[in-house]
């Protein structure tokens, strides 16, 4: 059986499917795919050839690859002529998990103009932020987010509404052709807004390069794990039909933008959205109804989705692939999921990146992630991955610091924020995560945010680490670890825990469970049980700061 290191060097050798050469990228020079597309129309003029196989599903519209190609070159041409949309122009779009903001996303970035990916979640003083940073040219929204806007944050503005003014833009031109704007790999594509857990989110500048580069890694990533797999050498099999994807995620979150709608027309996917909030029995219908075949469980939609007591009554035996993202994930939410998704045990996967990493910097799935359950998995072929103390220095294995990673697909930059970006990107083009982990046996762990680590009496406390263990609990579906200060001690540790079902264990229990595994200074002394889910940003992430009292979860899901 060969290696993981085998596996790539036949992939990424001279002759292999996906071999390496060094390029200039952005004045550093980079390990890239030889073979690859240079821009993201180039990947949708690709997926016309797909014919009436369906891409994107919302009740009762259902479109095809084909069509959906047709839509595109249509609504290009109507933002091209109607509205003056040129190359490097900001269309920005705001609104839920629709086709029409799949539509409008690719008609954009054809033009060569720059999606401005705006929250939908967002207070109107978020979305004047946004407006104001990114100065789009056209905003595309849906009725409820229109009213959320305030009408002078939309002066000098071209607004269409999708519900009554979209359509009409995909009859403009039935019978155009894509657009033919030359495209640069390095030209900015979308700007994918941070999720804003501290201060005013900033506007992460992806590139077509870093957006293929997403799928070209994930592609290479996957090979890499069915060779090293496979005892004959030969890749693994994989099930026949067409992979059925839900797209929980938002759209203008990484997971549902890249890993969902481009990942999905590179692969052939069919992608079924769902309207409203999340709706954990309304997800499982779905599942049952689509046979869909891979699920995202970011934050709290997989225990929401496990906890329900209708799960049973639901026929999820057509998934097979089940992904973590966001935040690590807990050993034990993990082994439910394998357990309520039996024909997805042997693929359960984590992914590791972030808005201004573009592509996925470490990934694991299936056997590797049973033996190494707390990893965030291997770097990505094509990333590399440094742990560095305060001072820059790289640390050696083991040793726990800050993530750095550096691949041809990180962000430009933050848009309009020269300083942010200085803070972001060092020499090299080396990216300050600010995520703090070790590397141990070439795997990455994550252990806290920097600010969320808590001093107690001179102690580091890592929230990570009690969270783990307190979702190991039966009776526990979430929990969130964060430091309260305290006079004598600097910090104390304070645990909110939502109960799994009607049965709630009181805090002598959980302290008691905690302190069987944890160091006595680990152990929460302030507890909160309560019963609503864990407030979390789009990512996923536990916003922390809205526990702590310093953000109101309005707005936040």
Known sequence: MPSFAEARARLTGPGGPFELAIEDVLGERMAV?????????????????????????????????????????SVARAFEQRFGVQKGDRVAILAANRPEWIVA??????????????????????????????????????????????????????VVEMETQFAELERFAPGAALPTTPLAEDDPAVILFTSGTTGRAKGAVNTHRGIVGFVQANFLSGAERMLAAAGSGAPAPVPAGQNVTLGAP??????????TTVMGLATGSKIVLREGRFDPEDVLRVIERERVTSFT??????????????????DVSSVRTVGFGGAPTSPALQQRMREAFPNARDSVSMGYGSSESVSTITAISGAEYLAHPESCGRPVPTLEVEIRDASGKVLPEGVEGEIFS?????????????????????????????????????????NSRARDMILRSAENVYPVEIEYRLEAHPLVAEAAVIGVDHAELGQEVKAIVVPAGDAAPGPEELARWCAETLAGYKVPSLWEIRREPLPRNAAGKVLKNVLRGEQDATQRD
């Open 105 to 158: 996303f690719w008609a954009s970035v054809s033009l060569g103009a720059i999606v401005s990916s705006m929250n939908g979640w967002w207070t109107a003083d978020e979305i004047r932020h946004a407006l104001a940073l990114s100065q789009p040219r056209l905003l595309i929204a849906d009725r409820k987010r229109l009213e959320r806007a305030r009408r002078e944050d939309l002066r000098g503005i071209a």
């Open 297 to 314: 469980a970011l934050g709290s939609t997989g225990p929401r989705v496990l906890d329900h007591p209708g799960f049973s009554k639901f």
């Open 250 to 259: 938002p759209l203008f979150h990484l997971s549902g933008l890249y890993g």
């Open 406 to 446: 550096r691949s041809p697909y990180t962000m430009l930059g933050y848009w309009g924020d020269p300083e942010a970006t200085a803070k972001a990107i060092h020499p090299g083009r080396w990216l300050a995560t600010g995520d703090i982990g070790r590397l141990e046996g070439g795997y990455l762990y994550i």
């Open 33 to 73: 795919i030889a073979k690859r597309p240079r821009s993201l129309r180039e990947l949708l003029e690709g997926s016309a050839a797909r014919g009436e196989l369906e891409y994107v599903v919302l009740g009762s519209r259902r479109i095809g690859y084909a069509e959906h190609a047709r839509l595109v070159a």
